[in-house]
């Protein structure tokens, strides 16, 4: 009697395109618009506030979304959120892309921001739930950096695609940009097969699925533990992304200089997200969370000790290493401590934790700078990476996840 064929050995290449390719068609779409969104409502009548608080909306959508998706995912299925996601914000595009031909238009662009963050949050949990059921576990990090890079790749590129557009068709053209791509992540997603899930080997039924609740209860260490190095890790994250052309601007440099540092900074995060990843699933999560948090925290706390084009640029481009090493840090740790019945609804509940610290980090900086000073507002934020080591260092090796890496 012949013994099976044992299955190929998994290789990360070969889900390449079903993986990775609806989240860089997805992530091109958004960085095509991030940059008009605020001159959009500029040109709609918006105050500077109000075209702010507009490009706040697709932030905020995602973030109060993310519990509502984990129940969509739950039941319509990783693969027809995603291709739903697209669908969805594609069409939001599409109205912010005609919101300057209509006498409300401001309300109708403020809605589609909404509607795009709702979208996003139902594309990056269904893609995030996916792999990390598809992708073995010692090959997880590896995975999971490389959706991040992926996406941050396309918010890259996204913006050259656009600024193409703008030239020939105006703001609109960017818009129109982003819904060719959401309508080619919605076709990607629709044609490609599933990926085939290794069964656990106890499919018997265990009656309903857990409810968001019972998962916050039973999993609330978890959640008060890493889940706040979590937050602070993405408020970080934000706060880096806002204070590059502040004290660009506040040392005298022009904004094509700013927009410099800020792409030169952002290409190093395309470039070393892989490498982190395979130095996770190798050595641990801590050797990628505990240098991540300390470099990010220290060129924070550099920043405002530079006056110039140079100084700047390299404190930018330590803050971009520091950031790239972490891409798929937070999704990978989400996963980890992931249960299997209720991981939707865990991963919903992680995302939103996590993305209350991209809009507090922002928040704090503000608030800071408000009541002392700029450098004193990038300093704070800088501190936060410091707390996200600290407690990266403590909870880690102590809270073990059931899955060995």
Request: charged content about 10%; hydrophobic content about 55%.
């Amino acid at each position: 009697m012949s013994t099976p064929a044992s299955p190929p050995p998994f290789n990360i290449r070969g889900i390449a395109v079903p993986a990775f390719g609806p989240a860089l068609l997805f992530c091109v779409g958004e960085g095509a618009v991030l940059p008009v969104v605020a001159l959009t409502a500029r040109d709609l009548g918006a105050s500077v506030a109000g075209a702010a608080l507009i490009v706040t909306l697709i932030g905020l959508g995602s973030w109060f979304f993310n519990l509502p998706a984990s129940l969509i995912c739950l039941r319509f299925g990783e693969r027809w959120s995603i291709v739903g996601a697209s669908v969805l914000s594609g069409l939001a595009m599409a109205a912010a892309a005609v919101a300057g031909t209509l006498p409300n238009g401001l309300w109708l662009l403020a809605v589609a921001m909404v509607i795009v963050g709702m979208a996003s949050s139902v594309f990056s949990l269904a893609r995030q739930k996916y792999l990390t059921e598809a992708v073995p576990v010692v090959f997880r990090a590896r995975a999971l950096s490389t959706l991040g890079g992926v996406s941050r790749a396309g918010i890259f590129i996204g913006p050259f695609i656009g600024a193409a557009a703008i030239q020939l068709a105006g703001l609109s053209g960017a818009y129109w940009v982003a819904v060719v791509a959401m309508a080619a992540a919605g076709a990607l997603g629709l044609v490609i097969r599933d990926l085939v899930v290794p069964s656990s080997g106890h499919d018997v039924d265990r009656g309903p699925e857990p409810t968001l609740r019972r998962i916050a209860v039973s999993h609330r260490t978890v959640f008060l533990t890493v889940g706040i190095g979590v937050l602070f890790l993405n408020a970080l994250r934000a706060s880096r992304q806002v204070v590059i052309p502040l004290w660009a601007d506040n040392v005298g440099l022009d904004a094509t200089t700013a927009s410099l540092i800020y792409g030169l900074a952002g290409a190093i995060d395309v470039l070393v997200f892989y490498p982190a990843g395979k130095l996770m699933d190798r050595k641990g999560r801590l050797w990628v969370a505990l240098p991540s948090t300390l470099i990010m925290g220290t060129a924070l706390l550099l920043v405002p000790l530079t006056a110039g084009f140079t100084s700047l640029l390299l404190a930018a481009l330590l803050m971009g290493f520091g950031n790239g090493i972490s891409s798929g840090l937070a999704m990978t740790l989400g996963a980890d401590y992931s249960p299997d019945r209720g991981r939707g609804q865990f991963l919903g509940l992680w995302r939103f934790l996590a993305d209350a610290g991209a809009t507090g980090g922002p928040v704090l900086l503000s608030i800071v700078t408000a009541a002392a000073s700029l450098g004193a507002g990038v300093a704070a934020t800088g501190g936060l990476g410091f707390i996200a080591a600290a407690v990266f260092a403590v909870v880690l090796p102590r809270l073990n996840h059931r899955r060995n890496y």
